[in-house]
């Protein structure tokens, strides 16, 4: 059981180049997220889907697209990557647990656009 | 819009000391609080969870509360160690299933 996983860990961009960032869950939750994390401003939540074939915005989703390919994959798409896109990026799931719902956090993703 | 605001942002204390970090909510309206620990260059890791028909949650040598009416939680820790040393998150699970996060407080704890 690896929980949430995210591709790559690293990895650095151009200004103008586009990449997707992976997200897979083997805990069979229905509902995940994409949240970025800059310094001083916590995580903000990017998109989110709420089970499989559905997407949502959220706080930031400019600039992102996404795409929730089965119930265990969420994938995160930089069409042209900007300098202002350079930040942390976590992958998270959501489900029950014996007396709640949780989420669930990958180990994240350190982008660089230069 | 939920705005969720921790203070302090960074607190350093020495070995042994008991501390509180806190976390206030705008909007009661909420699932649950969950606090996480995050250390330098990594992901998070889910410290305690409190549903909102809580008052507190005890894992170890952490304690949490929850007073929903008043948006304050807080998160106790007793005899901290170094290995406490890391910024602590708090976040609020909206009826919308979204975690709104705070910026955390970055903690230290000396020898």
């Known amino acids: 059981n690896a929980g949430v996983t995210q591709t790559p860990k690293f990895q650095v961009l151009k200004t103008g180049q586009s990449m997707t960032l992976q997200c897979a869950q083997d805990?069979?939750?229905?509902?995940m997220y994409w949240y970025r994390q800059d310094p001083g401003m916590g995580l903000r939540l990017i998109y989110y889907s709420a089970s499989e074939g559905t997407t949502d915005k959220g706080e930031v989703p400019n600039g992102y697209n996404v795409s929730r390919l089965n119930k265990r994959e969420f994938s995160l798409r930089l069409e042209s990557a900007a300098p202002s896109q350079t930040s942390v990026y976590f992958c998270?799931?959501?489900?029950?647990?014996?007396?709640?719902?949780?989420?669930?956090f990958g180990p994240g993703t350190r982008l660089t656009v230069t | 819009k939920q705005e969720v605001t921790q203070i302090p942002a960074a607190l350093s204390v020495p070995e042994g000391e008991n501390l509180v970090l806190n976390c206030s909510f705008t909007?009661?309206?909420?699932?649950?609080l969950q606090w996480f620990r995050q250390d330098p260059g990594k992901g998070l890791t889910s410290l305690l969870l409190i549903q909102s028909s809580q008052r507190e949650q005890t894992s170890g040598r952490l304690n949490a509360s929850l007073d929903k009416s008043s948006g304050r939680s807080t998160l106790y820790i007793a005899a901290s160690q170094p290995g406490d040393s890391a910024t602590y998150l708090c976040a609020v699970d909206s009826a919308a299933s979204k975690l709104t996060f705070g910026t955390g407080t970055r903690l230290q704890v000396t020898l």
């Open positions: 998270a799931s959501r489900g029950r647990t014996t007396v709640s719902y949780e989420q669930y």
């Open positions: 805990m069979n939750h229905n509902s």
């Open positions: 909007d009661s309206a909420i699932y649950n």
